[in-house]
């Protein structure tokens, strides 16, 4: 198993910039991919991005509210997963989480469904003010 520690959530102006931070600790990390969801006050968890490995590399995936603001990387040396977001508006105050699952190269899954994700940090709290 694999315990996850988000940082980084702050109070941000509109417009402004953050970068998350995710610490993994347990067995090997660069054995499973990685994901940041997102869940503001009566809403349901959204996908935001995820990070999943194949023989050619690392891929990346966002949704679509986020692309080409945020960027999803991960450090293995340092056991750490980030999520840079930029341009940030009033709607995207949230409480931000971190996902793992356990994958075998080449294997495939539903990257933008909470379920397919094995464990959760506890999320760091993201506010945008208008």
């Known amino acids: 198993q694999v315990q996850l520690v988000e940082s980084g959530g702050a109070l941000v102006q509109t417009g402004g910039s953050l970068s998350l931070s995710c610490a993994a600790s347990?067995?090997?990390?660069?054995?499973?991919?990685m994901a940041w969801f997102r869940q503001a006050p009566g809403k349901e968890r959204e996908f935001v991005a995820a990070l999943t490995i194949n023989w050619s590399g690392a891929g990346t995936y966002y949704a679509d509210s986020v692309k080409g603001r945020f960027t999803i990387s991960r450090d293995n040396a340092k056991n750490t997963v980030y999520l840079q977001m930029n341009s940030l508006a009033p709607e995207e105050t949230a409480v931000y989480y971190c996902?793992?699952?356990?994958?075998?190269?080449?294997?495939?899954?539903?990257?933008?469904?909470?379920?397919?994700?094995?464990?959760w940090g506890q999320g760091t709290q993201v506010t945008v003010s208008s």
């Open positions: 347990g067995r090997t990390f660069s054995q499973y991919a």
């Open positions: 996902a793992a699952r356990r994958v075998d190269v080449g294997a495939s899954f539903y990257y933008s469904r909470p379920v397919s994700y094995d464990y």
